[in-house]
């Protein structure tokens, strides 16, 4: 397999760092054909759906990808902004949010960008162009505050895939999880706090975590145990009792059992059970997209007024929240740590004599 051609290289270019915050992707218009591409490289993504391959691909193809491709599509209609989908514009803001706190701490030449898993812009697109621009040293930090093979290994896989084919590899930091990071549920508290400061707090506080496959928990994926830890965390941040909350999965797919409880008959037994008000929250998305505004917010919300609920409040997603970015900033720090991210006079003065060395050495080679 050939590599990839390498860029061209002048010895003494200032080497750069850089953050890939990668979130899951979205399609690019909310259009059947838009959203059919995407899932059909989403879901045969074999970290997704753990089924043999064409066995698979009979599935998705026949049934799947005809018949979800529109409805999907509809949904994503009705939460699509002037600037797009919303996951996608919130990603962006949340890096050049980044980029420029990173920027205000004091460290110098850390780019941030980002990349989705599926659909555009994507990883190998956004890897090649920081190679373009001489950035050396990489961290990878998914938007999923909670591992799972079904996620952020799949984010993992794709990078290793590009870096088979290239050359001269950067130094690579990958973001595991930060699903108990103080900076994290902080966020998340004050998130809480400023809903209720507003609008007041309701009778029970609803946790609502994407599902995945009961059985990818058995065998040895820590994602539940990851969303209840954050769960408990937030909710001892919030100085709430056991009874006062609730943690529940949403967004299933296929017939297969998925973690439990799930969202929607949750809600609507809280309802029946006279809990006339909930607040529901999302921790496990960083960033409002179609699984919260319109599946929680929609869907589970005429699902909890008509079983009987009185009040339904949806808590929005992290965004770009300033507690957030902030948030971001303190976990991209521990990971930079050691990088020449914030440079000593010394430092500085190696650097630019560095530079001047090898523009003669290039001079020298008729570079
Ligand atoms: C937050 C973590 C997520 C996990 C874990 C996850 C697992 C998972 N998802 C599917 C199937 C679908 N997910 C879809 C949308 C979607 N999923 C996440 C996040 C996680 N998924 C997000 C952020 C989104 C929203 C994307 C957007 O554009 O806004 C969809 C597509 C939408 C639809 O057609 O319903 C599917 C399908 C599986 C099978 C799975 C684990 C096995
Ligand atoms: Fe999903
Ligand atoms: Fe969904």
Redesign the pocket.
């Known amino acids: 397999m050939p590599f990839r051609k390498e860029p061209p290289f002048t010895h003494g270019t200032v080497t750069g760092n850089a953050i890939v915050l990668v ?5 690019d218009e909310p259009t059947r054909k838009a ?1 059919r591409r ?2 059909k490289q ?2 045969a993504d074999p ?4 089924i043999p391959a064409m066995v698979w691909w009979f599935i998705l193809h026949l049934f ?1 990808l005809p018949f ?2 529109g ?2 599509a509809a ?2 209609r009705s ?1 699509w902004t002037r600037d797009g ?4 514009v919130h990603t962006e803001k949340q890096a050049a949010l980044l980029g420029k706190m990173l920027a205000e701490r004091g460290h110098e030449g850390v780019k941030v960008v980002m990349a989705m898993r599926y ?1 555009s812009p994507s990883l190998p697109e956004v890897l090649d162009q920081l190679k373009e621009e001489h950035c050396q040293r990489i961290v990878v930090l998914p ?2 505050p ?1 591992y ?1 093979g ?2 952020t290994a799949s984010v993992w896989d794709a990078i290793y895939a590009h870096y088979a084919r290239v050359r001269n590899i950067p130094e690579l930091r990958l973001v595991r999880h930060y699903h108990d990071h103080e900076s994290y549920i902080e966020a998340l508290r004050e998130r809480v706090e400023t809903y209720w400061d507003t609008h007041g707090r309701g009778d029970k506080l609803v946790m609502s ?5 009961k059985r ?1 928990l058995m065998l040895g994926d820590p ?1 539940f145990c990851e969303c209840q830890k954050s769960a408990r965390l937030l909710a001892a941040s919030l100085g709430m009792g056991a009874d006062e909350y609730i943690v529940t999965f949403q ?1 299933r ?2 017939k297969a059992e ?1 973690l439990q409880p799930y969202t929607a008959p949750t809600v609507q037994e809280l309802a029946q059970q006279g809990v006339g008000r909930i607040d529901v929250i999302c921790p ?2 960083t ?7 319109e ?1 929680i917010n929609m869907e589970v919300r005429h699902d909890f007024e008509a079983a009987g609920g009185k009040e339904f409040h949806y808590i929005p997603c992290l965004n770009d929240s300033p507690a957030w970015i902030t948030g971001l900033a303190e976990i991209a720090e521990q990971h930079l740590i050691g990088w020449p991210t914030i440079l000593t006079p010394a430092q500085r003065a190696a650097q630019k004599r560095d530079a001047q060395v090898g523009a003669q050495h290039a001079a020298q080679l008729g570079a």
């Not at 989908?85 to 996608?88: E, F, G, H, I």
């Not at 960033?287 to 505004?293: F, G, I, N, R, V």
């Open positions: 979130n899951l992707g979205t399609p959203v995407y899932l989403f879901l970290r997704v759906v753990e799947i979800r491709s409805k999907s949904k994503y939460i989908s919303p996951l996608k659909g938007a999923y909670q799972s079904t996620t975590f994407h599902g995945i496959p990818t994602y967004s797919f296929g998925w496990g998305f960033s409002d997209c179609l699984e919260t505004l599946e």
